[in-house]
């Protein structure tokens, strides 16, 4: 598997999300996996154990319901959908079904920030807010298609609920090589090191993160990229040792600025009192984005790569 590693080479998250679960799902009788009619990837699943394929429909509030049913009978239940209609339209089911009971449900899609295509109603910008806020919920932004393989099978055996949150899932870059790195919930990765400036990022960012610290590299600007994968709980470690390490901190979400990864790690640093010499946050202003590019739309919006090179090269 290591030996086919190709740095940058772009495959389908969504493609790996069904390879895995089909292949956890020939050794794990509990695994079930319900959808609201988007198992367009979940084929090798749905035909090899047909008795735990569930699609209920565009239903997200019954698809959670569902799910919650299954893991309360002592199964593990995968929700594969939209993360926007999963985050929003079944909100109620997933805090009071789902999160309420401390079930080990986990949910699962696509659509997260502005990369969907579909315009404002299709893109999941408030989702990581509105999830983390959940008690027992617990919160993750995959960047890497391949990282979502070690993930699935780690939240076969983990206690409790998840969100796990992807891009568009049809073309992903991958960052790490397969076998090479363990992760764990309220884990991160050094995906680079530096000693200049820190960018803490989640999801899709991660990839431009190393790309702009490539570009600021030729102007002899170290900067260490730090993969926040998992959101809630999050590495309070890697945290703050690049607060003391770097101090100039740059958060870089797609995602609103409000109540997304930079407030969570403004929040902890000011209840402890603790003072970087710089922090920039970089994400969805307070706007309902209209249609385009994931990469027009953080152009239009001031996070795209270039905004974030210039703030850091102004600083330096």
Request: contains cysteine; negative net charge; proline residues 4%.
């Amino acid at each position: 598997m290591a030996g086919s590693f190709n740095f940058g080479e772009w495959i389908s998250a969504r493609s790996v999300i069904g390879d895995t679960l089909n292949e956890i799902g020939k050794t794990n009788e509990k695994l079930f996996v319900c959808t609201p009619d988007v198992g367009m990837n979940l084929k090798g699943f749905r035909e090899n154990f047909p008795e735990r394929y569930v699609d209920v429909g565009i239903a997200e509030q019954n698809c959670v319901g569902v799910a919650a049913g299954l893991a309360l009978a002592g199964n593990v239940p995968v929700i594969m959908g939209m993360l926007p209609f999963l985050s929003m339209r079944a909100c109620e089911q997933v805090r009071t079904v789902v999160c309420y009971q401390n079930l080990p449900v986990r949910i699962i899609g696509t659509g997260g920030g502005l990369t969907s295509g579909g315009g404002s109603t299709h893109n999941a910008m408030e989702d990581i807010a509105i999830l983390k806020s959940m008690v027992n919920m617990n919160v993750l932004s995959i960047g890497d298609p391949n990282m979502i393989r070690d993930i699935l099978k780690l939240s076969m055996d983990f206690p409790g609920p998840m969100y796990i949150r992807l891009a568009q899932g049809k073309k992903d870059r991958q960052l790490y090589e397969p076998g090479t790195l363990t992760f764990s919930i309220g884990g991160s990765v050094t995906a680079r090191e530096g000693k200049d400036f820190t960018i803490f990022a989640h999801g899709e960012m991660v990839g431009l993160a190393l790309d702009a610290a490539e570009i600021l590299a030729a102007d002899g600007i170290d900067v260490r990229v730090i993969d926040m994968y998992s959101i809630k709980p999050f590495d309070t470690e890697a945290v703050e040792k690049a607060l003391t390490e770097t101090g100039n901190l740059v958060v870089w979400e797609d995602h609103l600025m409000s109540g997304g990864l930079a407030s969570t790690i403004a929040d902890y640093f000011i209840d402890r009192d603790l003072r970087p010499k710089t922090f920039r946050r970089f994400g969805i202003p307070q706007v309902y984005a209209g249609f385009g590019s994931g990469e027009e739309l953080q152009r239009k919006y001031g996070y795209h790569i270039d905004d974030v090179v210039a703030y850091i090269r102004s600083l330096k």
